[in-house]
């Protein structure tokens, strides 16, 4: 591991970058992501969104980040992500978050329970995969959703 990966992985698990309480709003927050994470992507980094009603989409690179994120906000005049936990392990990040979007048509106000995984890879994020489904992430992360310290 590099000390520049050690030092954003010690940020995470002081909660001083992308710990409980953190808002990323809009498309200046995924700018915002993209500068804090970028010098601590495994060279064949990739993005992953999961849901239960379609088949997983994958992007490429740091520009597939940007584009699977603002692809994912696109239909939201207003979108927030609100952290409300991070679970730090040897292998992988785990962020549990709510997703609150206020719809672009109709003014629809969205909250969706939400979580991600950063798995790493010699200490560089390897693949940050989005889920809609807490427990489904969870599970895929190999921590046991019923667990006291994730509800």
Same mark, same amino acid.
């Given at each position: 591991?590099?000390?520049?990966?050690?030092? =954003?992985?010690?940020?995470?698990?002081?909660?001083?970058?992308? $710990?409980?309480?953190?808002?990323?709003?809009?498309?200046? #927050?995924?700018?915002?992501?993209?500068?804090?994470?970028?010098?601590?992507?495994?060279?064949?980094?990739?993005?992953?969104?999961?849901?239960?009603?379609?088949?997983?989409?994958?992007?490429? #690179?740091?520009?597939?980040?940007?584009?699977?994120?603002?692809?994912?906000?696109?239909?939201?005049?207003?979108?927030?992500?609100?952290?409300?936990? =991070?679970?730090?392990?040897?292998?992988?990040?785990?962020?549990?978050?709510?997703?609150? #979007?206020?719809?672009?048509?109709?003014?629809?106000?969205?909250?969706?329970?939400?979580?991600?995984?950063?798995?790493?890879?010699?200490?560089?994020?390897?693949? =940050?995969?989005?889920?809609?489904?807490?427990?489904? =992430?969870?599970?895929?992360?190999?921590?046991?959703? $019923?667990?006291?310290?994730?509800?």
């Amino acid at each position: 591991m590099n000390e520049a990966s050690d030092d =954003a992985l010690d940020r995470i698990r002081e909660g001083a970058l992308f $710990g409980k309480g953190s808002v990323i709003e809009g498309t200046e #927050g995924i700018e915002q992501m993209i500068e804090a994470i970028r010098d601590h992507l495994h060279p064949e980094f990739v993005t992953q969104m999961i849901s239960e009603s379609a088949m997983p989409t994958e992007w490429r #690179g740091i520009e597939g980040f940007r584009e699977a994120l603002t692809d994912w906000i696109s239909p939201y005049e207003t979108f927030r992500l609100e952290i409300e936990e =991070a679970i730090v392990e040897e292998d992988k990040l785990v962020f549990l978050a709510r997703q609150v #979007g206020t719809t672009k048509h109709a003014g629809v106000e969205v909250v969706t329970e939400s979580a991600t995984i950063w798995w790493l890879e010699d200490g560089l994020i390897r693949q =940050a995969v989005f889920y809609l489904d807490q427990k489904a =992430a969870l599970k895929a992360a190999g921590i046991d959703p $019923g667990s006291p310290s994730t509800g």
